[in-house]
């Protein structure tokens, strides 16, 4: 149909106050000169986002934006509170580091 938009993502003004009530909420918005915006409602993230928007291919910010949702949604901290240690935590995390847990020794084989 001509001039239907995709019910994908729900296209937002970031700044709606009725959809930002609680941070990380990832809303998608279209800016000025039909580039996508996204924002998580904190300003210091938001504008980390337009910042990349602005200077980076729209499946990058798209990308960033739900890496920063699952970042802060599994860290539960303000973003200026946020310390070196909880990106290397949730990294491990990521990664499925099994810390102080016992893994079975690799046995080589060898011919002969």
């Given at each position: 149909?001509?001039?239907?938009t995709?019910?994908?993502?729900?296209?937002?003004?970031?700044?709606?106050?009725?959809?930002?009530?609680?941070?990380?909420?990832?809303?998608?918005?279209?800016?000025?000169?039909?580039?996508?915006?996204?924002?998580?409602?904190?300003?210091?993230?938001?504008?980390?986002?337009?910042?990349v928007?602005?200077?980076?291919?729209?499946?990058?910010?798209?990308?960033?934006?739900?890496?920063?949702?699952?970042?802060?949604?599994?860290?539960?901290?303000?973003?200026?509170?946020?310390?070196?240690?909880?990106?290397?935590?949730?990294?491990?995390?990521?990664?499925?580091?099994?810390?102080?847990?016992?893994?079975?020794?690799?046995?080589?084989?060898?011919?002969?």
């Amino acid at each position: 149909m001509a001039g239907s938009t995709p019910s994908i993502m729900r296209v937002t003004p970031a700044w709606d106050a009725r959809v930002m009530d609680h941070f990380p909420n990832l809303v998608r918005s279209a800016g000025s000169g039909g580039t996508v915006r996204f924002a998580l409602g904190h300003p210091l993230v938001d504008s980390y986002l337009a910042f990349v928007a602005d200077r980076c291919r729209p499946n990058t910010a798209r990308a960033v934006a739900h890496e920063l949702k699952a970042f802060f949604t599994v860290v539960d901290r303000d973003p200026v509170e946020v310390s070196t240690a909880d990106v290397f935590d949730f990294l491990a995390h990521q990664r499925g580091d099994r810390k102080g847990q016992l893994t079975a020794p690799v046995m080589l084989r060898t011919s002969g």
